[in-house]
């Protein structure tokens, strides 16, 4: 699922219908960190791939439930995943639902989920190219 053309030269990446919310991601500084290891940053694409859309769902359904453990939880799993590439928008949004759920505060929690679910929609995308 990962494209072999991967744009891994560029300094920054992200898509243009959002280019004013700034960078989805800097692949530049993920590489570094990798000591250059584009098969390793291929490999963590995919897993991002495969399990950023699980979690989604499995907040999804923690939140309709109630279960604020889970979406804490799934949420502290999805930051941890958009950080592997410099997806601050993402992780922003991960720790906002994070924050949301540990405190037990409900209020606003719906739309925190939906805005990560967007943010992680253009992250993938990004990665997608």
Known sequence: MVPANLDLDSRRHGDATAA???????LSAALER??????????LIGVFHEDAPQLLAQAAA????GDLRTVERTAHSLKGLAANFDGAPAR????AVEL????GCT???????EALQAQVS???RTLSR
Do not use: H, I, T
């Not at 990798?34 to 490999?43: S, T």
């Open 20 to 26: 004013a919310e700034g960078p989805v991601c800097n």
């Open 34 to 43: 990798l000591n250059g290891d584009e098969e390793l940053l291929r490999l």
């Open 62 to 65: 923690a939140l309709q439930e």
């Open 92 to 95: 922003e949004a991960a720790l």
């Open 100 to 103: 949301l759920a540990r405190s």
């Open 107 to 113: 209020e606003g929690l719906m739309e925190a989920v």
């Open 122 to 124: 253009r992250l993938r």
